[in-house]
């Protein structure tokens, strides 16, 4: 699988945005970006997922480079439920495993 | 409806014995996945199985670990002879094959498995 580079951690103020960035120089015509996070004592929870275009759900958006060599997550408006592990990861679509790396810690202060 | 559920949630075990951590994935999946996360670290896949096979197990350690996903009833993860390093969370994930191109993997809580 394609390598990802991501900061080791970002903190916020709560209620404002979090732009979390990712590189991906590697990345194949066929890898989808995906993203998962991991609160404290839980286990990973799917954020988003892309390919080419920029996505937006109800938890957060992800922009991706024209090129795909990055893309960013932007949590809107940072809560304190949303300090986590945010991993950034790239894989073929279905059925295929993921492989974390060492994720971005989101401090978020209030 | 019902997540993915793994029991026990903790697990103590003494060097040599053996550990099964269980897992029931999502109603109507038919993959789940395993991946561990030693302490301080982060999560390593370990195997993927769909009903009766296994597809990937290229994470596997080759001794003492094994996984079976039965056509009915849970997932298995056994560790035969537990040493110190195998003390870790194991987390299980499943998702669905679909038509779509894409599918979610949902994961479990985790089972923390702590060898003395």
């Known amino acids: 699988d394609a390598k990802t580079t991501q900061p080791n951690s970002m903190e916020s103020n709560e209620e404002e945005p979090v732009h979390l960035p990712c590189n991906h120089s590697t990345i194949s015509g066929t890898d989808y970006i995906h993203w998962y996070r991991q609160l404290p004592s839980q286990g990973p929870e799917y954020v988003i997922h892309?390919?080419?275009s920029n996505v937006n759900n109800r938890m957060a958006s992800l922009a991706i480079a024209e090129d795909r060599k990055s893309s960013t997550l932007i949590l809107h408006r940072a809560t304190l439920r949303d300090a986590a592990v945010y991993y950034c990861?790239?894989?073929?679509?279905?059925?295929?495993?993921?492989?974390f790396g060492g994720g971005t810690r989101v401090l978020v202060k209030p | 409806n019902a997540g993915v559920m793994q029991n026990p949630r903790h697990l103590v075990r003494r060097r040599g014995q053996e550990a099964r951590l269980r897992c029931s994935p999502v109603k109507g999946h038919s993959h789940v996945y395993w991946y561990r996360q030693l302490p301080e670290e982060g999560l390593k896949f370990m195997v993927y199985l769909q009903k009766e096979n296994i597809i990937d197990e290229s994470g596997m350690p080759k001794e003492r670990f094994s996984a079976e996903f039965p056509k009915e009833g849970p997932s298995i993860l056994r560790i035969q002879q537990v040493v110190r390093g195998d003390s870790a969370a194991y987390f299980c994930?499943?998702?669905?094959?679909?038509?779509?191109?894409?599918?979610?993997?949902?994961f479990g809580p985790g089972t923390r498995l702590t060898v003395l």
């Open positions: 892309g390919l080419t």
């Open positions: 994930a499943s998702s669905q094959q679909t038509g779509s191109s894409y599918n979610e993997q949902f």
């Open positions: 990861i790239l894989s073929q679509a279905a059925g295929n495993k993921l492989t």
